[in-house]
C-alpha cells in the first residue's frame, strides 16, 4: 500500500545536527522530497533527490538515500531555532502523484 | 518570478454550500495538482491536471472536482460542503506531468461551520 512514515518529534539544541528519518514503499519512485511547513503557511520544497543517487548536499541540508531499505534522511547541520517546523518526506507515484508522510515536528532549543 | 498563487487565502463557508478555490501556476508550468491537508497530518493527492486533462484523480467523492484552462490556472470545486472538509487546500505547479519537481502555494484555508 501506499504509506510513508516519520517519527512525529524531534528536539534538538541550537547548533546541533538535526536528523529526520523517513521511510517509502514505491521503489519505482522516481523523485524523493523534503519539504519544509512552519505554522499558517504552505510546503516549502527544501530539496529532493533522484532515485539513482545516494546522496545530495545542498548547504546545511544533506540527503541520504538507502534504496534497498526504502529508506530516507535528512541531515540539518548547525541546526538554528529559525529551523524550527514540520517537515514533510515525500515519495512520487506513477504519473506524479505525491505520497506524504504525517511529517516530523523538529524543536530547537537555544 | 512569482510564484504559485492561491486564492482566496482564507474562507468560511456553511454546511451544504459550495465552494471555488483557484491556483495560478509558475510560469512555464502546465501540471496543477490539488492537495487537502487535514491539521495534523499530510497533504492528500485530491486531483492532477495536465494541458487541461485530468491525469489523476484521489480517493475523495465526486462532490469535488477540478478543472485546467488554457492558461494553465486551475480551479477546485467542491459541491455540499462537510465540516470534514475544513482543511488547508494546497496547489502544486510542475513544470511536467511525471518525474518532476513540485512547487506549493501558501494554500486556502478553508472552515465549514
Known amino acids: 500500500g501506499e504509506d510513508v512514515e516519520q517519527s512525529l518529534f524531534l528536539s534538538v539544541r541550537e547548533g546541533d545536527s538535526s536528523v529526520i528519518n523517513c521511510t517509502y514503499t514505491?521503489?519505482?519512485?522516481?523523485?524523493l522530497y523534503w519539504y519544509k511547513q512552519e505554522p499558517g503557511a504552505g510546503l516549502q520544497l527544501l530539496t529532493y533527490?533522484?532515485?539513482?543517487?545516494d546522496m545530495k548536499q545542498d548547504q546545511r541540508l544533506t540527503v541520504l538515500l538507502n534504496k534497498k531499505d526504502k529508506h530516507l534522511s535528512l541531515r540539518i547541520a548547525d541546526t538554528q531555532t529559525g529551523d524550527s517546523a514540520i517537515y514533510f518526506c515525500?515519495?512520487?507515484?506513477?504519473?506524479?502523484?505525491?505520497?506524504f508522510g504525517q511529517g516530523t515536528e523538529l524543536s530547537v532549543k537555544p | 518570478d512569482a510564484g504559485v498563487t492561491q486564492s482566496p487565502t482564507h474562507l468560511i463557508k456553511t454546511r451544504g454550500q459550495h465552494v471555488t478555490l483557484r491556483c495560478s501556476p509558475i510560469?512555464?508550468?502546465?501540471?496543477v495538482s490539488w492537495y487537502q491537508q487535514v491539521l495534523g497530518q499530510g497533504p492528500q493527492f485530491i486531483f492532477q491536471?495536465?494541458?487541461?486533462?485530468?491525469?489523476g484523480r484521489g480517493n475523495f467523492p465526486d462532490r469535488f472536482s477540478a478543472r485546467q484552462f488554457p492558461n494553465y490556472s486551475s480551479e477546485l470545486n467542491v459541491n455540499a460542503l462537510l465540516l470534514g472538509d475544513s482543511a488547508l487546500y494546497l496547489c502544486?505547479?510542475?513544470?511536467?506531468?511525471?518525474?518532476?519537481?513540485?512547487?506549493f502555494g501558501q494554500g486556502t484555508r478553508l472552515t465549514v461551520v
Open positions: 515525500a515519495e512520487t507515484l506513477v504519473g506524479g502523484k505525491l505520497i
Open positions: 514505491d521503489s519505482s519512485s522516481t523523485y
Open positions: 491536471y495536465y494541458e487541461k486533462e485530468e491525469r
Open positions: 533527490i533522484f532515485s539513482n543517487m
Open positions: 502544486a505547479s510542475s513544470p511536467r506531468d511525471r518525474d518532476t519537481e513540485a512547487f
Open positions: 510560469s512555464g508550468h502546465k501540471s
